[in-house]
């Protein structure tokens, strides 16, 4: 794709990384339009997102009464339910789907979008995490393009261009190590849910700071990754790179290094895959600043501690033991970040409860779309389960 303008799908656009992507959106409207936009409830922020852009088509998810009486109020002519996802990720004037719902909401529309022939520009881990040979099958299928949006993938995608991947010794994906990188195990069962959403380097949504706090959110990247590069696991690690300024590397075999380094800010990896294979100008210094080297000083690299982060190691365990596990990984980990957030769980009882969950899947090996969404409300319903047993 060459062609501008290029007409965006945006899914999740009163999300972090959808408000992020409106950023590029008005700092570049002759080069991209806003066609569709989707969100799951915030109806007051998608009506005035839906004023400003004026799209074909609007959709909400709306996922309870309330949800569903304002949005009647606020979005009348928007299409509700799974029908309007569905539809806000296949329209016909549609160029690049964006995907930045959070869980398993968009696998449907991200298959849909495929089938039509849409590029993917992916933001949502679980959608590969737990289906992604689904999704890069049909992507194979259907010859079309999946570009990530997560800083760690857009990096590594950048490193790769003009290599081949038989060339690729290891993948090394970094991380901040979140609030809780030197904390100790006494520090870690006090932890409160303002300190664990109190992320040193990004601001996001609450879901994913929690998950950046426990390191499940690095593990899911590095399922992510296996799918995404093809690369496998025992050829994927994690370092940790506290400043966020290295945002992940690329070894060779003949022992060359290739990294991509920026001030951390989302509107990059953002705007790197909506003007794929062209490069922009950036943005507004408040978005993104330039990186001044002799102001860094130097960058700190240490590896991750698993004890620290059992999350993290559950993550690989799902991956490599594959099938449906990493779907119950990932519904059990929606539900216990929820209990957390809520104060019926401690933070160290996160990891603990994902694990019971773990221990009584019994696992289908090739897991369709039905199957992984089956999969996955069982595993939230166990924890929940498991949790009012305990209390």
Same mark, same amino acid.
């Given at each position: ?17 959808? @408000? ?5 959106? @008005? ?40 949800? &569903?009486?304002?949005?009647? $109020? ?26 930045? #719902? $959070? ?15 849409? #590029? ?19 992507? @194979? ?24 991947? &038989? ?8 991380? $901040? ?31 994913? #700071? ?7 959110? &690095? ?45 951390? $800010? ?53 991956? &490599? ?71």
């Amino acid at each position: 794709m060459s062609t501008f303008p290029r007409r965006l799908a945006l899914l999740g656009c009163t999300g972090s990384v959808g @408000r992020q992507t409106l950023d590029v959106v @008005r700092q570049f409207p002759d080069l991209f339009q806003v066609t569709t936009l989707a969100a799951r409830s915030n109806v007051e922020l998608l009506s005035q997102q839906m004023q400003e852009f004026q799209p074909a088509l609007v959709a909400c998810f709306a996922d309870n009464v309330e949800v &569903k009486e304002k949005a009647h $109020s606020l979005l009348p002519t928007a299409i509700l339910g799974d029908q309007g996802l569905l539809a806000a990720a296949t329209h016909a004037d549609v160029d690049i789907v964006v995907v930045a #719902t $959070s869980g398993l909401l968009a696998l449907r529309p991200t298959l849909a979008a495929i089938a039509a022939g849409k #590029t993917i520009a992916l933001a949502n881990k679980e959608t590969l995490v737990m289906a992604g040979h689904l999704v890069m099958e049909a992507a @194979r299928q259907n010859n079309v393009p999946i570009w990530p949006l997560d800083s760690e993938h857009s990096a590594v995608w950048q490193c790769l261009r003009g290599e081949e991947n &038989k060339e690729i010794e290891r993948l090394l994906l970094t991380a $901040s190590g979140g609030p809780f990188r030197t904390a100790s195990l006494e520090q870690l069962r006090t932890v409160t849910v303002e300190q664990a959403l109190a992320h040193p380097t990004w601001r996001m949504g609450p879901k994913i #700071t929690i998950d950046s706090a426990t390191l499940m959110n &690095k593990g899911l990247e590095v399922l992510e990754a296996r799918w995404l590069f093809d690369v496998p696991f025992e050829r994927i690690e994690v370092v940790i790179q506290p400043e966020s300024i290295v945002h992940s590397m690329v070894e060779f075999v003949d022992g060359s290094i290739k990294m991509q380094a920026s001030l951390p $800010s989302m509107h990059l990896p953002i705007m790197n895959a909506l003007a794929y294979p062209a490069r922009l100008p950036g943005l507004e210094r408040e978005f993104i600043r330039p990186l001044r080297w002799s102001e860094i000083g130097k960058l700190n690299f240490a590896p991750l501690e698993m004890e620290r982060f059992p999350c993290f190691r559950l993550a690989l365990e799902a991956g &490599k033991r594959g099938g449906t596990y990493p779907c119950a990984l990932v519904g059990a980990d929606e539900e216990a970040v929820e209990l957390f957030l809520d104060g019926k769980i401690r933070f160290l009882e996160i990891a603990e409860l994902i694990e019971a969950v773990l221990e009584r899947h019994q696992p289908c090996e090739e897991p369709d779309v039905e199957q992984t969404i089956e999969v996955c409300a069982w595993a939230r319903e166990t924890a929940r389960s498991l949790c009012k047993a305990q209390s």
